[in-house]
């Protein structure tokens, strides 16, 4: 074959080398390992989110949960571009519901009868302190005598109470404001305060120990279905609000426990059929010794350390039900709770009753999505029992050997290093933390720890994130500002020689700022699979910050924009992801809050008004010919004032021509303010030393008005002067030595100084 031949024949195509690349691994809780993500059905990824049960204000420990969980749904639906189905209950039936319901709504009675402050009111509020603290305080000694049982709750004395019992705190200020409540009722009374408002002080006081004592007496007799659906219903609304707050995406599907009684019992009776539930006095009972080892089963998958624990136990049955009878194991669970006077009844096989907590769970996410899930999620509270207890009852129903393929739990939440709790009342609601801190600012926050990880909300902590978000915000404004003026400079992103020619921008800091941001982006994808671990992520793209902060001091004259919109489009994807920042921005967080929008002339009125302004008064300053100071003093005007109040930082830059930037007013303004209020400290502390030095001046001219001569002849030390008034014997009229007549004289000479500087001043020593 010719070589002309040859060269007419395709050659061989080289196979490229792949790099190995790291996978999405999770730390599964199944496993206490991080595991490879491995869904059931390709993209396609089910995921039930245990949801809220909904009896007071969400707190930052739901949100550790919900927000927590948000970001990682994000993750895996925007950056790994999983088809996810995110199912989310409300758990709308249950103890604390029914409780809470029936003490506000018996409080509630209460409070709209009376009409008087009396003295049957504060003896029944009386009775009720008592009783409360008989139920509450029962491990301390000496509770009857509040007043010296409260004298000895030092700081010290109550941690130690605590360790005693974790609600100690509670209940401790619950019957302390009650106590002093009464106290104060009581001489109100007796010097004629018995109104309505008076008594209503007294009432609201003391919610907490009267609710306990009127629901005790006639707690059986609510039974108006309507109170058990107000209460989670008002909740629930509330709870949407805050999390629409914090920028956490909704369910794609959402479910009630109260609209799936039909699927709980049906589901429930199959467990009994399959013989891991029994029967007994109208309630239905999980068996834990039937089920644990049978056919394969394992109860307490999740933590089977847990098993047996008594108090665990008892508190996932919830107070209304962990005294049911007739179970066979103190370890069993209830399925189906006979109802008791004043709790909500539907009917059923075994009883007039309500669903048990665990089954809710098991029932919905079943309903919706079947015999097998991909991920179940949850705080790591729920762990045991609740979420063991879900996928026994889960496994026992479908026959199964694995429901949940991968559990993931939110770590706890602190708060300024204690645990918070909505039952110790020791909580901060997500609207209280949001009069605060904006939903980026937590957000960030969160992003700084690991999911999965105990997470200390502490103020400190929290200032550190807003810094944070300002060097990020710093970047971004600066980055656009950049590019914005190397566009508008006729430049092309070209660099022009003294001899006219022109070259690119392309060279070694561009080259190095390319691979810095390649080595990131392997980086972050790398932290993203190792278990979403978004502190790792937050670190690369503030270093990032940092990296393209250095190159960006070189100036609009020697960067290349075109490479720092790349980085900067990177990282406001990363943090879109995140939810951090508007899904419509290309480049930053994302339109300025309260930015306006609206037709031509009202946005670009306020502007072009500004820039008349500052026209006419450049013109006349021409026409009157003033100096060209005051034209410096128009353009520090016009960027100090009309282009603050109309949210433009305009930052003065060496080569003269400034970087424009979109801040918002306000903190435009409370910079320029903190400018002014230096500006004004400065002065005035130059303003004191000024009069410092003016009385320190003053001083020494004082000490100048004596006459040198006269200075020695006042003291009673010395009985013989020179002419010039300088002592020569002491008082026993012995002469003075050589070094005594020499310290004196150089006295002396001080003095004709100061004096002669007196002088100098006011002219003569009368002065």
């Known amino acids: 074959m010719s070589s002309e031949t040859k060269s007419r024949l395709q050659p061989k195509w080289l196979t490229p080398q792949v790099q ?4 999405l691994r999770f730390q599964n809780s199944l496993t206490k390992t991080k595991t490879d993500f491995i869904p059931k059905n390709g993209r396609r990824v089910t995921w039930y989110n245990c949801g809220p049960t909904v009896y007071d204000a969400s707190h930052m420990g739901h949100a550790r949960t919900y927000l927590t969980m948000d970001i990682i749904r994000r993750v895996l639906e925007d950056y790994f571009n999983y088809d996810v189905l995110f199912v989310q209950n409300i758990t709308d039936i249950d103890d604390k519901i029914i409780l809470r319901a029936r003490q506000q709504y018996l409080f509630n009675q209460l409070k709209q009868s009376v009409t008087q402050l009396d003295l049957s009111l504060i003896q029944q509020t009386e009775e009720s302190w008592k009783e409360y603290n008989e139920a509450k305080m029962k491990k301390f000694e000496g509770t009857a005598n509040w007043p010296e049982f409260v004298k000895k709750m030092t700081p ?14 509670m209940n401790f200020t619950a019957l302390d404001t009650s106590y002093n409540a009464i106290e104060n009722a009581k001489l109100g009374l007796n010097s004629g305060k018995n109104t309505k408002e008076d008594a209503e002080l007294l009432l609201d006081a003391s919610q907490d120990t009267l609710s306990a004592w009127l629901d005790k007496r006639q707690g059986g007799e609510v039974n108006n279905p309507k109170i058990f659906r107000e209460l989670p219903a008002y909740w629930e609304t509330r709870y949407f609000e805050d999390m629409e707050a914090l920028n956490v995406r909704s369910p794609d599907i959402q479910t009630r426990v109260s609209e799936y009684i039909p699927e709980i019992i049906e589901y429930v009776q199959k467990i009994i059929d399959n013989g891991y539930a029994y029967e007994a006095e109208g309630s239905v009972y999980f068996d834990t010794s039937r089920y644990d080892g049978h056919n394969g089963h394992h109860y307490a998958k999740l933590e089977p350390w847990s098993k047996g624990d008594t108090a665990l136990i008892e508190d996932g049955e919830g107070s209304l039900g962990s005294k049911l009878q007739g179970k066979k194991s103190p370890s069993d669970f209830a399925l189906w709770k006979a109802s008791k006077p004043g709790e909500p009844v539907w009917n059923s096989p075994w009883s007039q009753g309500r669903p048990g907590w665990h089954i809710e769970c098991s029932v919905m996410a079943s309903a919706v999505i079947g015999e097998n899930m991909d991920i179940h999620s949850g705080g790591v509270d729920l762990a045991f029992p609740h979420h063991d207890n879900e996928i026994a009852q889960a496994e026992a129903y479908y026959d199964c050997g694995q429901w949940v393929n991968y559990f993931l739990h939110a770590g706890h939440l602190h708060v300024e290093g204690q645990k918070m709790s909505k ?10 933390a949001l009069k605060t801190y904006s939903a980026r600012q937590l957000r960030l926050f969160f992003l700084l720890h690991q999911w999965d990880a105990k997470m200390d909300f502490k103020k400190s902590s929290m200032q550190e994130t807003i810094q944070i978000e300002q060097t990020i915000k710093n970047y971004f404004d600066n980055t656009k500002a950049l590019v914005n003026k190397v566009n508008n400079d006729g430049s092309r992103n070209a660099t022009e020689s003294a001899d006219g020619s022109i070259t690119h921008r392309y060279n070694e800091n561009e080259k190095k700022l390319i691979e810095i941001l390649n080595t990131k982006q392997d980086s972050v994808h790398a932290a993203l699979c190792d278990s979403i671990n978004t502190p790792i992520v937050m670190d690369e793209i503030m270093d990032m910050i940092n990296q393209t902060n250095k190159y960006m001091a070189f100036g609009a004259k020697n960067v290349n924009v075109l490479i720092l919109e790349k980085v900067a489009k990177w990282i406001t994807g990363l943090l879109k992801v995140f939810g951090v920042a508007n899904n419509g921005a290309e480049i930053g967080f994302g339109a300025v809050a309260g930015q306006a929008s609206g037709n031509a002339e009202d946005i670009l009125m306020p502007y072009l008004q500004a820039l008349s302004s500052f026209r006419d008064q450049v ?5 009157d010919k003033v100096a060209n100071t005051e034209f410096l003093k128009m353009c520090d005007a016009v960027r100090d004032n009309q282009m603050v109040d109309l949210g433009v930082s305009l930052d003065d830059q060496e080569d003269g021509i400034a970087l424009v930037k979109l801040v918002p007013r306000e903190e435009l303004i409370q910079a320029r303010e903190r400018k002014l ?7 005035a502390k130059k303003e004191q030393a000024a009069a410092e030095r003016e009385k320190k001046r003053l001083e020494r001219l004082a000490k100048g008005k004596q006459p040198p001569q006269e200075m020695f002849k006042a003291s009673d030390e010395f009985s013989k002067f020179d002419e010039s008034g300088i002592p020569t014997h002491n008082k026993e009229g012995e002469e003075l030595a050589k070094n005594r007549r020499k310290k004196l004289q150089k006295e002396w000479d001080m003095q004709k100084k100061l004096h002669d500087e007196y002088l100098k001043e006011y002219g003569t020593a009368e002065v």
Not at 20 to 23: D, I, L, S, T, Y
Not at 156 to 169: L, N, P, R, T, W
Not at 423 to 432: P, Y
Not at 619 to 623: E, L, P, Q
Request: no cysteine.
């Open 423 to 432: 039952s110790l009342k020791n909580f901060i609601t997500i609207k209280e």
């Open 619 to 623: 013109r006349k300053g021409a026409i």
């Open 677 to 683: 209020a230096l500006i004004a400290e400065k002065a």
């Open 156 to 169: 010290e004395e109550v941690q130690k109470a605590v360790v005693i019992d974790e609600k100690f705190k």
């Open 20 to 23: 190995a690349q790291p996978v």
